[in-house]
């Protein structure tokens, strides 16, 4: 068993080494080749920049497979490639990374420390998707990744404020409104049913006098209407993903 372990370690450690030299200096690493030379380095030196202004290292990390690297999850995998290469800022190693495999389309995000798990709660990190992986949905690699720097400056900034993104509770009144309203129905229909006295009339000799018919009023009713409707169908840019917690942080992963 000794063995074993040792045998996953080292393998491990080797697939991983071909991604040190991202732990050093760098914010940003592209094995899959997505991003032109220029590129790369702008979105390094943004990443950096917001990383040195939240003491918060924000981590990007594409990959051909990430099986290359871990027989584990992709999530697990980011939890580890987090740990293994040292990332992180300050003395409790605060951070961000959101890990791609271009193989199958997955991603993973990984948020670390206190202070980064305050900014984004369960529900920043869902909403905060929406900002980048539709660009990954349409390849659109820089514009992704930019997009992701973006939303991380903004959701710390708003954490150090002491307003983070957390869920509205409007939606918790409305089901109080609606629930108002069921009550009131129920306690109307009651009382509707409790008199007895009142009954509509079955037949119209209550409206024939000796003179005849006796009409005062005339009402037209619309009694149907057909309509066609097709539903549109509308892309999220991201399929079945789902929220993790483990290694030391929590996260998400999904499809793009």
């Known amino acids: 068993m000794k063995k074993l372990v040792h045998l996953i370690v080292t393998v491990f450690m080797i697939s991983i080494m071909s991604i040190s030299s991202f732990a050093s200096d760098m914010y940003v690493y592209d094995e899959s080749g997505l991003l032109a030379a220029e590129e790369l380095i702008a979105l390094d030196t943004r990443a950096a920049e917001v990383s040195d202004e939240h003491d918060c290292g924000i981590y990007m990390i594409a990959v051909n497979n990430y099986h290359d690297y871990s027989t584990s999850d992709i999530y697990t995998t980011a939890t ?32 670390y420390g206190e202070n980064v798990e305050y900014a984004f ?34 959701y710390l900034t708003l954490a150090e404020e002491g307003s983070p993104v957390r869920e509205s509770v409007g939606h918790l009144y409305l089901i109080a409104f609606g629930a108002s309203i069921l009550i009131a129905y129920v306690v109307m229909a009651g ?66």
């Open 191 to 256: 009382l509707k049913s409790s008199m007895k006295s009142v009954r509509k009339g079955s037949i119209a000799n209550a409206y024939v006098t000796e003179e005849g018919l006796n009409l005062t009023e005339k009402r037209d009713h619309f009694l149907y209407k057909t309509q066609t409707r097709r539903k549109i169908e509308k892309s999220s840019g991201k399929s079945g993903s789902k929220s993790h917690s483990g290694g030391g942080g929590s996260g998400r992963s999904g499809k793009f």
């Open 121 to 154: 709660d369960g529900y920043g990190q869902e909403q905060m998707e929406g900002e980048f992986l539709d660009d990954f949905g349409n390849n659109d690699w820089y514009s992704g990744f930019n997009d992701y720097i973006s939303v991380c400056d903004e």
């Open 80 to 111: 580890e490639l987090y740990h293994g290469l040292d990332l992180g800022e300050g003395e409790d190693r605060e951070g961000v990374l959101l890990l791609l495999s271009l193989y199958d389309r997955s991603y993973a995000t990984f948020f």
